[in-house]
């Protein structure tokens, strides 16, 4: 058994895994900086509030955005006949709050849709790292407030630049 082991060790450092080898990514990395109250991207494009960008398709399954979210739960669209929803479409659902959000979502925000950025906030730390979420809002109406991590809703391209 013993010998089974050295061997394995020494075996096992010629073999790599795929994973550790393949040079790109999924997604195209994006690096983000803050500079000021602007979010500058590696490639040059400048975020700051007021700009304006455009909605993309949904990333998930049934074309459910993954990456935003409404951000705050008081809102007209979620509160407008809650009770009777979640007694009737969502009874079965495992999260039924989640998924009437996700569906409600998708409903108030289409393909072409121009976001409004109102707030960039940072979070993370030096050690592990920053990321940038951003605080929309919709030009159309109900002028709803929507969070998105930036640097995943544009490599999912729920989030296009214009």
């Known amino acids: 058994m013993f010998r089974v082991c050295l061997i394995t060790l020494?075996?096992?450092?010629y073999f790599h895994c795929f994973s550790q080898t393949k040079k790109g990514a999924i997604y195209p990395s994006t690096s983000y900086h803050l500079d000021n109250d602007t979010l500058i991207t590696d490639f040059g494009f400048k975020i700051y509030e007021g700009l304006t960008l455009k909605a993309g398709n949904?990333?998930?399954?049934?074309?459910?955005?993954?990456?935003?979210?409404?951000?705050?739960?008081l809102n007209s669209s979620l509160l407008l006949f809650h009770d009777?929803?979640?007694?009737?479409?969502?009874?079965?659902?495992?999260?039924?709050?989640?998924?009437?959000?996700?569906d409600k979502l998708k409903e108030l925000l289409h393909y072409g849709d121009r976001l409004v950025v109102k707030k960039i906030t940072q979070k993370?730390?030096?050690?592990f790292g920053y990321w940038y979420y951003l605080i929309?809002?919709?030009t159309k109406a109900p002028h709803t407030k929507l969070v998105c991590n930036i640097?995943?809703?544009?490599?999912?391209?729920?989030i296009?630049?214009?």
């Open 10 to 13: 020494f075996l096992i450092q």
């Open 58 to 73: 949904g990333s998930g399954v049934n074309a459910i955005y993954q990456q935003i979210r409404f951000k705050t739960q």
């Open 84 to 102: 009777a929803e979640i007694k009737t479409t969502y009874a079965n659902s495992n999260n039924p709050e989640i998924d009437r959000q996700n």
């Open 124 to 127: 993370g730390n030096k050690k």
């Open 136 to 138: 929309l809002k919709r």
């Open 151 to 158: 640097e995943l809703a544009v490599n999912c391209k729920e």
């Open 160 to 162: 296009l630049f214009q």
